[in-house]
């Protein structure tokens, strides 16, 4: 197989920008008295509680933030729109 692209520049500082941002809303989440990331405790309890298998399986953060970074650029100004109409 061969060996995953590097992304550019401009992938990793969009993908840095997004990080940051998400960070951000984390931490004003957490900050009203919500605790991000609880879901994830709250499974692994139950799953526990439950003698149910825990598999642990992600895609590398810096991945999802290069997607979500893209997809990001790609959205116009219209889709915006259309998303605060609903």
């Given at each position: 197989p061969q060996p995953p692209r590097r992304p550019s520049l401009l992938e990793r500082t969009g993908a840095w920008v997004v990080g940051s941002l998400l960070s951000s809303l984390y931490k004003s989440l957490d900050d009203l008295g919500l605790n991000s990331g609880r879901e994830f405790s709250?499974?692994?309890?139950k799953a526990r509680e439950n003698n149910i298998q825990i598999l642990l399986a992600?895609?590398?953060?810096d991945e999802t933030l290069r997607r979500l970074s893209a997809a990001i650029q790609q959205t116009s100004s219209q889709d915006f729109e259309r998303f605060e109409a609903l």
């Open positions: 709250v499974a692994l309890t992600d895609r590398d953060v």
